[in-house]
């Protein structure tokens, strides 16, 4: 992930903001300091890869929801078609991120991108206009998905029968605060190490793990780019609020928890002798 900081805890308030500085193997030099830099044309490719990443990943994730429906002709998910969508989102997440990993760090995710800047690996500035370039690529990917498979309308996140809006929004936390506490043990936090290299793994494999386990109840979204987008393109926002409330808290308490309580403290490693 992008714009870590080298401390373990956030900045302050008056300390440079480390814009593409990347710890271990993502090196590159900083930026200008403060919010400033979110304006520069330095960071210009920082959003354009988010954008990219982002477009790929809902191609990918809502294709795979058009290409059930193609191929069943309109039935119901089923088990294995459910297995299938959460492969697919996995692997293209894993993509999505390893491709932008060296650039903008690979977010793909708003609930990822508030988490960071909660915990102070990113400005909430520059958070801003990660989430503008999500947004839009989600946009992008869903429209085009529209044009190329003359599907109408495109499939859409929501709620299972008999699931409330409550039950929907904390299933969506418990799920994103999984996922980015993950983003902070393999890519953010200071002590690391080897974990670093598997962040777009991990985190694919949770997305994929967390559609099986939360799919036939709220859709198991966790990105609220990804609901977004296809609500956009269908022009059906039925519940979309759902997709932003759950996964935004999820993300963001994970950010606080993971920074306040295992960054900002040093610890003794258990023992090896058990």
């Known amino acids: ?135 839009l690529g989600a946009i992008a990917a869903s429209f085009l998905l529209k044009a190329v498979t003359g599907l109408s309308p495109i499939p859409t996140h929501s709620l299972a029968a008999r699931v409330g809006s409550i039950e929907g929004v904390v299933m969506e936390i418990a799920i994103t605060f999984a996922l980015v506490h993950t983003v902070y043990a393999t890519a953010a936090d200071p002590k690391k190490g080897s974990l670093g290299t598997i962040d777009p793994i991990a985190t694919g494999l949770l997305v994929g793990a967390t559609i099986l386990a939360a799919g036939p109840f709220s859709g198991g979204s966790v990105n609220p780019a990804r609901s977004f987008g296809p609500a956009v393109a269908r022009g059906d926002f039925t519940d979309n609020w759902i997709y932003w409330v759950g996964p935004l808290i999820g ?24």
């Open 1 to 135: 992930m992008p714009y870590v900081s080298q401390s373990s805890c956030p900045r302050s308030s008056a300390s440079p903001d480390k814009v593409s500085q990347k710890e271990d193997s993502f090196i590159s030099s900083p930026p200008p300091s403060l919010p400033a830099m979110s304006y520069t044309l330095q960071a210009m490719p920082t959003y354009l890869a988010e954008f990219i990443s982002t477009v790929l990943f809902v191609f990918a994730g809502v294709g795979s929801a058009i290409a059930y429906n193609k191929v069943t002709l309109g039935l119901a998910l089923d088990p294995a078609g459910l297995v299938a969508v959460a492969i697919c989102h996995g692997f293209a997440l894993y993509v999505a991120v390893s491709v932008g990993a060296n650039i903008s760090g690979g977010h793909v995710n708003p609930a990822v991108t508030f988490g960071l800047a909660l915990g102070g690996q990113i400005t909430i500035l520059t958070g801003i206009f990660y989430w503008i370039a999500q947004l």
């Open 251 to 274: 993300g963001g308490l994970a950010g606080l928890v993971y920074t306040y309580v295992f960054m900002c403290h040093d610890h003794t490693p258990l023992s090896n002798g058990f």
